[in-house]
């Protein structure tokens, strides 16, 4: 079976400093990860993914994701916090036909 | 294109009613799974399905049923609606090898 992982149920960081979301899976196999973000009241917007290649995946907001294949992990990154980043975060695993989520980690970025 | 349409948006029902929550996407996708997210616990995926005629359980499936007549339709139904199911529910598609889910906005639903 597949899981995942969030440790931290909130983060705190001041704007303009790097950030980092935590994020473990547990998969047989070679795993597809996901983050997701969710802004108050909205549906689930798609950050990054990884699938194969490259450990160090970039995505959209000026996101990027480390993939850890010994530690098992798949952080979330970000070089300076905005304000506007504050929001709840899902990290998330699955093979394309099915998606399992973690339990989700609010990030409050503090002016 | 509207991607991912969910409705209704918002439905208060009483214990023992039953109703279908409507998705419906127009993106041609193979894939299409109902999530449920409650405070605290994340997202749970309900059913999912790889393609039309083709349904399977997810992690939380007790009292929810599912169909794919349709490549674009994923209904889902409560049949006897319990106060447990008070979530916020979420339709989501995906194309074969894209890797990444579509969601809907979602449908708030009070049992009471």
């Known amino acids: 079976a597949q899981s995942v992982a969030q440790p931290e149920d909130q983060v705190n960081v001041a704007e303009g400093n790097p950030l980092t979301v935590k994020c473990t899976y547990s998969v047989s196999g070679n795993p597809y990860l996901f983050w997701y973000v969710q802004y108050p009241n909205r549906g689930l917007q798609f950050l990054l993914k990884?699938?194969?290649?490259?450990?160090l995946v970039k995505g959209s907001y000026g996101f990027e994701a480390e993939f850890n294949k010994s530690q098992t992990s798949f952080h979330l990154k970000k070089p300076s916090a905005l304000v506007s980043d504050s929001a709840l975060y899902f990290c998330a695993v699955g093979g394309g036909d099915k998606i399992i989520f973690g339990k989700g980690t609010r990030l409050h970025i503090l002016p | 294109n509207a991607g991912v349409t969910q409705t209704p948006k918002f439905q208060v029902l009483k214990t023992g009613q039953s109703m279908t929550l409507q998705c419906a996407q127009d993106?041609?996708?193979?894939?299409m799974s109902w999530y449920r997210q409650d405070p605290g616990m994340g997202l749970r995926l309900i059913h999912y399905s790889v393609g039309a005629g083709i349904t399977d359980q997810g992690e939380v499936p007790n009292g929810y049923n599912v169909s794919r007549s349709t490549t674009e339709d994923f209904p889902l139904r409560l049949l006897s609606a319990a106060p447990s199911q008070t979530s916020v529910y979420f339709c989501?598609?995906?194309?074969?090898?894209?890797?990444?889910?579509?969601f809907g906005s979602g449908t708030r639903l009070t049992v009471v």
């Open positions: 993106m041609n996708h193979e894939y």
């Open positions: 990884y699938i194969t290649g490259d450990n």
């Open positions: 989501a598609s995906s194309g074969r090898g894209q890797g990444g889910y579509t």
